[in-house]
């Protein structure tokens, strides 16, 4: 059982990390997306993606730990973490306890700082797109011919781009 619960102790510290990890990236994000610094966001959406994939790896591995603890003790293996615990040595308690405590508070954070880039990421595609229409409203923004007529249906066949240039 000692190997068992060092596995599953390790296993919840490496979870631990890797939310810190994930939280880090969600504020670099979101320092970025208030400096408006477009490159930067999407290379941290692509490390967003990367460190959830490792998220739920860790995740896997501490189920499979606290799975096969939960055996060893003569538990159902559905046995979750409030009903391990009294199970548990009483001198590993409170770290078991500890850890599984930081883990679903930094999931707390990680959540909402996800939700507070999502917002801001929304609203700047929001903004972008007031701008876009802005100036691709035909009846907003009239084109003249080399005339100095204002064009009329006849444009219909040219990009944008070469009829206002």
């Known amino acids: 059982m000692i190997e068992s619960l060092q596995k599953l102790i390790d296993a919840l510290r490496d979870e631990l990390q890797q939310y810190g990890e ?30 959830n994939t490792i998220i739920q790896a860790a995740r896997q591995e501490r189920e499979r730990h606290r799975r096969a603890l939960a055996q060893e ?19 590993v308690r409170p770290l078991v306890s500890a850890l599984v405590d930081e883990n679903n508070q930094l999931l707390r954070r990680v959540q909402q700082r996800a939700k507070q880039n999502h917002l801001l990421l929304r609203h700047s595609v929001q903004l972008m797109q007031n701008f876009l229409n802005a100036f691709t409203s035909a009846s907003q923004v009239p084109v003249y011919t080399e005339s100095g007529m204002i064009a009329g249906s006849g444009l219909a066949g040219y990009s944008r781009y070469n009829a206002v240039g």
């Open 73 to 91: 003790l003569g538990l159902d293996e559905d046995t979750d973490f409030a009903h391990l615990a009294p199970s548990l040595p009483p001198d």
């Open 22 to 51: 994930l939280l880090a990236l969600l504020d670099q994000q979101q320092d970025l997306v208030v400096s408006r610094a477009a490159d930067g966001v999407l290379h941290t959406v692509a490390a967003i993606n990367e460190q």
